[in-house]
């Protein structure tokens, strides 16, 4: 037996198989997700923002696709292939509880300060990304993935918004429907998201 062939579940897995590096914790204190963009500083720039878990949303796990040192394809393209090197700033695992039923979520989120540029090619090199992990886990790790989970693109931006009933408003781009939020502030002190926000219930 492989140290692949002890997972329960999907979070034991990705913690496993994922590099530590761009994990993004969860406080579970707090029930929240701190989102950071490095790249992004200065009073003009979304830094970051708290995304807040309620207690009929569970956790898996999260981490940062973009890292430049954790490349996805890592050197297998030649970098002038740009699509392939595209990824959003973080992918987020989590189950939402209603009616006493459970439903999977991935949630790939794109942090802005202003140009939206590029934004439909990052949701789709990112969802490459996991039609490859779930094809993994289908050949190797049959019951740990997660075909059934619905994906939601995400972006987290300086543009504030009129939200609908109280989600983020569905905002479509080329061939891809995303949720989009706005803050005032460039960092997570004042920019706190929820996670229903998100979902379409």
Same mark, same amino acid.
């Given at each position: 037996?492989?140290?692949?062939?002890? !997972?329960? $579940?999907?979070?034991?897995?990705?913690?496993?198989?994922?590099?530590?590096?761009?994990?993004?914790?969860?406080?579970?204190?707090? @029930?929240?997700?701190?989102?950071?963009?490095?790249?992004?500083?200065?009073?003009?720039?979304?830094? $970051?923002?708290?995304?807040?878990?309620?207690?009929?949303?569970? &956790?898996? &796990?999260?981490?940062?696709?973009?890292?430049?040192?954790?490349?996805?394809?890592?050197?297998?393209?030649?970098?002038?292939?740009?699509?392939?090197?595209?990824?959003?700033?973080?992918?987020?695992?989590?189950? #939402?509880?209603?009616?006493?039923?459970?439903?999977?979520?991935?949630? !790939?989120?794109?942090?802005?300060?202003?140009?939206?540029?590029?934004? $439909?090619?990052? #949701?789709?090199? $990112?969802?490459? &990304?996991?039609?490859?992990?779930?094809?993994?886990?289908?050949? #190797?790790?049959?019951?740990?993935?997660?075909?059934?989970?619905?994906?939601?693109?995400?972006?987290?931006?300086?543009?504030? @918004?009129?939200?609908?009933?109280?989600?983020?408003?569905?905002?479509?781009?080329?061939?891809?429907? #995303? @949720?989009?939020?706005?803050?005032?502030?460039?960092?997570?002190?004042?920019?706190?998201?929820?996670?229903?926000?998100?979902?379409?219930?």
């Amino acid at each position: 037996m492989t140290n692949e062939d002890k !997972f329960d $579940s999907l979070s034991d897995f990705l913690k496993f198989a994922i590099a530590h590096k761009v994990h993004i914790p969860f406080k579970e204190e707090k @029930r929240t997700l701190i989102l950071t963009e490095e790249k992004n500083e200065g009073k003009n720039q979304l830094e $970051s923002v708290e995304l807040r878990f309620r207690k009929n949303t569970l &956790f898996h &796990f999260a981490f940062k696709l973009d890292d430049p040192d954790c490349c996805f394809l890592g050197k297998l393209f030649n970098t002038q292939v740009k699509h392939l090197r595209k990824a959003v700033d973080a992918v987020i695992f989590i189950e #939402y509880q209603k009616n006493k039923k459970n439903k999977k979520y991935i949630f !790939f989120v794109e942090m802005k300060s202003e140009q939206k540029g590029e934004l $439909s090619e990052k #949701y789709k090199s $990112s969802t490459l &990304f996991w039609k490859f992990l779930n094809s993994f886990l289908e050949a #190797y790790h049959e019951k740990l993935n997660w075909s059934d989970a619905e994906i939601v693109y995400i972006l987290f931006d300086r543009n504030i @918004r009129k939200e609908i009933k109280g989600k983020a408003p569905e905002l479509p781009i080329k061939d891809i429907k #995303y @949720r989009a939020k706005g803050f005032s502030k460039p960092t997570y002190k004042d920019n706190k998201a929820e996670v229903e926000e998100f979902i379409a219930e």
